[in-house]
């Protein structure tokens, strides 16, 4: 499984930024998707959530200005940045979980970096 992150860059505060990871097979493969962020001295955190069955979940920094929605045509998740914050400012990660005997099986792709200015 490999997942490509795209979209980010730089942007100013109130604007607006799509994020787009698409996977290397169908995203229904996946019992759900996540987006992480990461910003410079912090922990990498969680932002939203997309399971198989189109449920959606964020995280409280992000809910009402974010949404995470997919095309599975296109095997791709998106992540709908409004509003957007200078704390904002982070790399943006997409991960993917298949369920597996014992534990969930995760994939991560690699980051794209969100630059919001003030």
């Known amino acids: 499984v490999q997942l490509q992150a795209s979209g980010g860059g730089l942007v100013q505060a109130g604007e607006s930024l799509r994020l787009s990871c698409t996977a290397s097979?169908?995203?229904?493969?996946?019992?759900?998707m996540r987006w992480y962020r990461q910003a410079p001295g912090n922990e990498r955190e969680w932002v939203a959530r997309i399971s198989r069955d189109g449920s959606t979940a964020y995280s409280d920094s992000v809910k009402g200005r974010f949404t995470i929605s997919r095309d599975g045509a296109k095997s791709t998740i998106y992540l709908q940045m409004n509003s957007v914050k200078p704390e904002d400012t982070a790399v943006y990660y997409c991960?993917?979980?298949?369920?597996?005997?014992?534990?969930?099986?995760?994939?991560w792709g690699q980051g794209t970096q969100v630059t919001v200015s003030s």
């Open positions: 991960n993917a979980a298949v369920a597996r005997a014992i534990a969930d099986q995760i994939y």
């Open positions: 097979g169908s995203i229904f493969n996946f019992n759900y």
